[in-house]
């Protein structure tokens, strides 16, 4: 648990107060329901926010490792032998992660297990799917360069597919968090003309302050996870 | 003694929170490698870069204290930019090793422009995306929040249109603040609260303003 979660438990408290507060009468069954929705929107917010960080994490991983390869493959055509190069890329990485990965690759290389079977260790265990050659090193070589050409690829056609979704999801978030609770204030307008109650105004408050921030943040959720995944 | 008095100087003018764009990075990265190819030495090269830039200074002096401390690793560098640091390596190991670096510097700089081009569109597209969803919390809701307002004043009479009209003002403020942080947050998951609020609060403040502007007028609209 974070700051981040304190904050929204804090928030979605003070929100089923007012909320409470707004409902003079004090009917507490309908105070218990307010409760239980604003610790359900905090939750929903909790899972988004869980969800996403893991996502981005991960993909910063995979991101550097995959440019430490880069700069593997850079050493090696400089004419460096294995270890010399795993120990440049080990020294320049910047993710803890990917850093403990190549000096447990280089570790193994010493005991006597080919650099293609460690390697491809490290893939499976920052789940990168990768088709390489472990058989011989010219072969791993070529499979390595083949590799990241084809992930370089993707990563490309996977941000023109981010860009264009991003129009469709401007215009979702602009419907979510305007048009619909602009909307739900005019129908509590209607209501309230034809039976002037302050039940109405509890009803628009828990639509407005917990049922539809927490639409939004799921949809806003969705949109981010395509744009990590597709972009970083 | 005098060199350290000024390096002070020079910290104290920048403070710790100065940062460097991808931008001025690359630049330097074009400035290093045009002196390098003159035959100037990797660390001439970093000094001569710098010119009379202070910003550009400091990254000089900073550095060149950074490689020739022989610290081992990158948790040592002065800086936390991490194409700073991928260019100080490549320095580093081009003094290490004696070999030509040119090309390397080469292409960093053509890796940075291809990075910095490709994460600024992207960057503004979400950018014109996340402004959109913000003039429609912080202008247009509002808006829509006083006509409400004033159609509540106008058909109803007595204390409930007062009551009603003090929610509504509470329940658009709540939903102006919660509606601009969820925006700012999950675009961006790895930022810290602190930062997020700094980012939206500003914005939030300017909606419940225009709110409150819009139903002072709505009281005098019937």
Known sequence: ?232 | MLKQLKLFNLRMKFGKKDSFSDAEISSLAVNLLANYRKGNSALKSLEISSGGDLKYKRIAILAKRYLLSNAEGLEKSPFTETNLNILLKIIHIGIITGTDISKNLEDFAEWMDAKMEKENKIRSKVNGMQILSLVGIVFFFPLFSGITASIVRSSLTGISAGTIVNGLRLIGMGYIVIATLITNSLLKPARTIVSLLRDSLPMALFGCILQTVAYTFSSYAI
């Open chain 1, 1 to 232: 648990m974070n700051t981040k979660h304190f904050f929204a438990i804090a928030a979605s408290i003070s929100l089923a107060l007012l909320l409470i507060y707004l409902n003079k009468p004090s009917d507490l069954l309908l105070s218990i329901i307010l409760l239980a929705i604003a610790t359900i929107s905090c939750s929903i917010y909790f899972l988004c926010d869980d969800y996403l960080r893991g996502i981005y994490s991960k993909k910063i991983r995979e991101s550097a490792l995959v440019d430490s390869l880069f700069q593997f493959l850079h050493y090696r055509s400089k004419g460096n032998t294995y270890q010399r190069s795993l120990s440049y890329i080990i020294e320049s990485s910047t993710v803890t992660e990917v850093k403990t990965g190549f000096e447990s690759v280089k570790r193994q290389i010493r005991l006597g297990r080919s650099l293609g079977e460690a390697l491809g260790d490290l893939f499976k265990l920052h789940s990168v799917n990768s088709n390489f050659d472990f058989s011989q090193d010219n072969v791993l070589h070529n499979s390595l360069r083949k590799f990241l050409s084809l992930y370089s690829k993707a990563r490309d056609r996977g941000s023109s597919i981010a860009l264009d979704s991003l129009q469709r999801n401007s215009t979702i978030n602009m419907f979510l968090s305007t048009l619909l609770p602009s909307f739900l204030l005019f129908i509590f307008v209607g209501t309230s003309v034809i039976s002037p109650s302050q039940t109405g105004l509890l009803f628009i408050s828990l639509m407005i302050l917990i049922v539809v921030p927490s639409i939004y943040a799921l949809s806003s959720t969705l949109f981010s996870r395509r744009l990590i995944v597709e972009t970083t």
